[in-house]
């Protein structure tokens, strides 16, 4: 086994196994110090249960999951009701599970720009708001390990930009690995080192490629948004057919999903680089 | 002082109210109503194990408790019935089985109401120190688990992610719930344990602006009710458990009423969320 101290957390050929089918199968990556990483799959693909793993919410049903020792984490967590009967406000959560000071606090939610809602009760702010005051509580803990589900839910295109030069900032300043999963199997990050999309393993994985020039990109997000967000393409060479076998891109139809088998192309090579035109019809007719 | 029985069950019922407020606020907040009320059924059964194998019964009855919040536990893990199926198969089979056995002693005459609705104006010195002991034992490990316990309560998941071992934190807290029960007992009774716990932080909850301060507040509301309903019933030949559970829920009564309100909402706001909070508190 390969040994890479270096590394927050890697996980090697991880598996969830739940109520006699495997949600997740065969995962492997790591997260590096500075580093962003990011999930991508349709829903129920595993990303989160992904994350979860990574996390150690999780115990992986097969294969491993390493983190460094005493590795800090923040979680920002997809979804999180407070509700009435829980006075809970937005300084009171930012210190829910450890001691921040209160200048660690004020700063971090400057960063996010949710200063003004420190007294706010958190059941009361809108969503968009409560994902920056989630942020911010994430920050001021100054993990080592940043994990984000769906931070851009519910936050509007101009604040997703804005979030995503947050993240990347947060990055560069903090130096700490993130751990990113998109909802949009198609936009995700610039700044982002490698992508990885799941659909019940890991389908593939690589660097975004920026596609500041793709007509259907400006037309749908306008030109503002190139320099900030890329399109990291795809297709699928492979899809699963509903009794759980796998119809190839050759015609060929086998149990199992093994990139070396032979029914795929080489992963992340550039023939697998298909216009983001074709891979979203590719996706509307699953 | 502690000579008069109206002042031993004052300090004993006092005490009691300290520590109930504040467990009664994570009650609330996670929905456990049913769970309380499970944990003091199961108290008979407890009551009547300690008749019957000679053991003192504030033990035992923790015992019982301790073992149904565990057996839960364990139950809710392999997850083939519902969380309240499976409370209300432990509460009243408890309560039953406990009945049963009193039943076959029939060597003992015990009062049966005295430990269903309490028996505050019979309180020993023994009593009012096992109140304040044990109480204090329990709010200091309270505060001890206090914020993961709290994290874990907000969310779980975010709790464990970030190191909080939020599992241990809820067995020590289903241990401190039997604890209370085992020392509450004899002073509402198995019946109304719950609306101890409960009535007092739904109370506290229309005035509090924190977790910390709700808990102080349910912990100030709970005494209140206690020294209210104690002479109310001194003055009125009532019930004296019953009582103090009546002026609980007077005071509750009164903070929900939209004129005493003090958070700034909305005219038809209030109306609205009172009835939702009655709906989440409903067992």
Redesign the interface.
């Known amino acids: 086994m390969l040994k890479t101290p270096e590394s927050l957390a890697t996980l090697e050929n991880a598996g969830i196994y739940r109520a006699g089918r495997w949600l997740v199968r065969g995962v492997a990556f790591s997260i590096d110090a500075g580093e962003i990483v990011t999930l991508i799959g349709p829903n129920g693909s595993g990303k989160s249960t992904t994350a979860?793993m990574a996390?150690?919410?999780l115990k992986p049903d097969e294969g491993t999951i390493r983190r460094r020792p005493d590795l800090k984490?923040?979680?920002v967590?997809q979804k999180?009701t407070?509700?009435?009967?829980?006075?809970?406000?937005v300084q009171?959560?930012m210190r829910?599970?450890?001691h921040t000071s209160a200048a660690e606090a004020d700063e971090a939610m400057a960063a996010t720009g949710v200063s003004h809602l420190a007294t706010a009760?958190v059941r009361t702010l809108s969503g968009g708001e409560f994902q920056r005051v989630m942020l911010a509580r994430a920050i001021a803990?100054k993990p080592d390990l940043l994990?984000l589900d769906e931070p851009v839910q519910g936050v509007d295109f101009t604040g997703e930009i804005a979030l995503y030069d947050l993240i990347k900032r947060i990055r560069d300043e903090m130096h700490c690995g993130i751990l990113l999963i998109s909802h949009d199997l198609h936009v995700v990050m610039a700044a982002t080192d490698r992508v990885i999309c799941l659909n019940g393993h890991v389908c593939c994985s690589g660097t975004p490629t920026v596609v500041a020039s793709s007509p259907e990109y400006k037309a749908l997000f306008g030109a503002r948004a190139a320099p900030t967000l890329a399109v990291y393409e795809h297709h699928h060479d492979h899809s699963h057919l509903p009794d759980g076998r796998v119809l190839h891109g050759d015609g060929s139809i086998t149990d199992h999903c093994h990139p070396q088998d032979g029914h795929h192309h080489h992963e992340d090579s550039p023939d697998e680089i298909h216009s983001h035109h074709d891979d979203k019809r590719k996706h509307d007719a699953r | 002082m502690l000579d008069d029985f109206f002042t031993r069950a004052i300090v004993a019922g006092v005490g009691v109210a300290l520590v109930a407020g504040p467990l009664g606020c994570f009650i609330?907040?996670r929905r456990l109503a049913y769970f309380g009320d499970t944990l003091s059924h199961a108290a008979l059964l407890g009551v009547a194990l300690a008749f019957l194998f000679e053991v003192n019964i504030t033990l035992a009855v923790f015992a019982v408790s301790a073992c149904v919040s565990l057996a839960l536990l364990l139950l809710q893990k392999r997850a083939t019935l519902s969380a309240d199926a499976l409370l209300g198969l432990l509460s009243h089979s408890a309560l039953a089985l406990g009945l049963v056995v009193l039943a076959f002693m029939t060597w003992i005459r015990i009062d049966l109401m005295g430990f269903l609705f309490g028996d505050i104006l019979a309180v020993s010195k023994m009593d009012i120190a096992i109140v304040w002991l044990g109480g204090t034992i329990v709010l200091a490990v309270l505060a001890a688990i206090w914020?993961?316990l709290?994290?874990a309560?907000?969310?779980r998941?975010?709790?464990?992610?970030?190191?909080?071992n939020p599992e241990r934190a809820n067995i020590i807290f289903m241990l401190l719930m039997a604890a209370v029960i085992a020392i509450s007992m004899k002073i509402v009774g198995v019946l109304l344990i719950t609306a101890m716990l409960i009535i007092p932080a739904?109370a506290a909850?229309r005035f509090?602006?924190?977790?910390e301060?709700?808990a102080l507040l349910a912990a100030g509301i709970g005494a209140a009710s206690v020294v209210g309903g104690l002479f109310g019933s001194l003055e009125w030949d009532t019930p004296a458990g019953p009582s103090i559970v009546v002026a609980a829920l007077g005071l509750f009564v009164l903070s929900v009423l939209p004129a005493v309100s003090r958070s700034p909402v909305k005219a038809d706001e209030p109306e609205k969320?009172t009835t939702?909070?009655q709906k989440?508190?409903r067992p």
């Open positions: 979860k996390l150690g919410i984490i923040a979680y967590p999180l407070v509700d009435w009967t829980l006075p809970l406000t009171r959560f829910l599970t450890g009760e803990r994990v | 609330v907040w914020r993961p709290f994290a309560t907000v969310n998941e975010l709790a464990e992610a970030e190191g909080m739904a909850r509090a602006s924190g977790p301060q709700m969320r939702d909070f989440e508190t």
